[in-house]
Every structure is written in structure tokens, then in C-alpha cells.
Nanobody, 122 residues
Framework: EVQLVESGGGLVQAGGSLRLSCAAS????????IGWFRQAPGKEREGVSC????????YYADSVKGRFTISSDNAKNTVYLQMNSLKPEDTAVYYCAVQTYGSSCLYGMDYWGKGTLVTVSS
């Protein structure tokens, strides 16, 4: 059974940092794409970042480029999202999701975690 468990969310002041973790299990952690998504209250879910195991390529939404960094630790089956210079508009529930049928960030994810709340105060 594929499981994704997010952690690391919390309350932080604007300008601060948080590191989210996505612990994965139930699939081969050498052929995947894992993405971070977020959904703010009253808004649609949006993609934040993605990493592909095939070549280590990474993708970022324009709104987080230069502030967020995605990385993976295959030994720990974990993907991280380092978030710096946080802004109040980054407030959202952050979800990680995995594509187990391939490793392209250009295609959809087939399993999702339950999310972790990030709140950035002004």
C-alpha cells in the first residue's frame, strides 16, 4: 500500500523558514515523481514543486522560485521542501503526491498524502 505522510508544517512569521518532509512507502523509491501541492482557504489546489527520480530534474511554481527548494533522500524514502522567506500568501495546506507509474513531473500524480498546514503570520 502506497503511503505518503507529510510533516513539518506549523506557524511561522513572515520571512521565516520551514522544512516540510514527505515520508513515502509502498513503492519502489527509485522510479517516481513526487510533487508538493498546496491549497489555501477558498482557493484551488496548485502545484508548488516537483522532483523526478529519472534525472533529478526539479520544477517550481513562479510564485516560489528562489525561495523554495525540493530535494530527496532515497536512503530515507523522503522528499523535502525547504521553504525560505515565507510570505502570508504561502499559507495553505501542503500536500505531497507521487506518480508511481512513471517519473515525469509533466503528468498526474496517483497517490496523495493527507497534508500539513503551514500558516505564515504577517
Amino acid at each position: 500500500e502506497v503511503q505518503l505522510v507529510e510533516s513539518g508544517g506549523g506557524l511561522v512569521q513572515a520571512g521565516g523558514s520551514l522544512r516540510l518532509s514527505c515520508a513515502a512507502s509502498g513503492f519502489t523509491f527509485d522510479d517516481y515523481a513526487i510533487g508538493w501541492f498546496r491549497q489555501a482557504p477558498g482557493k484551488e489546489r496548485e502545484g508548488v514543486s516537483c522532483i523526478s527520480s529519472s534525472d533529478g530534474s526539479t520544477y517550481y511554481a513562479d510564485s516560489v522560485k528562489g525561495r523554495f527548494t525540493i530535494s530527496s533522500d532515497n536512503a530515507k524514502n523522503t522528499v523535502y521542501l525547504q521553504m525560505n522567506s515565507l510570505k502570508p500568501e504561502d499559507t495553505a495546506v501542503y500536500y505531497c503526491a507521487v506518480q508511481t507509474y512513471g517519473s515525469s513531473c509533466l503528468y498526474g500524480m496517483d497517490y496523495w498524502g493527507k497534508g500539513t498546514l503551514v500558516t505564515v503570520s504577517s
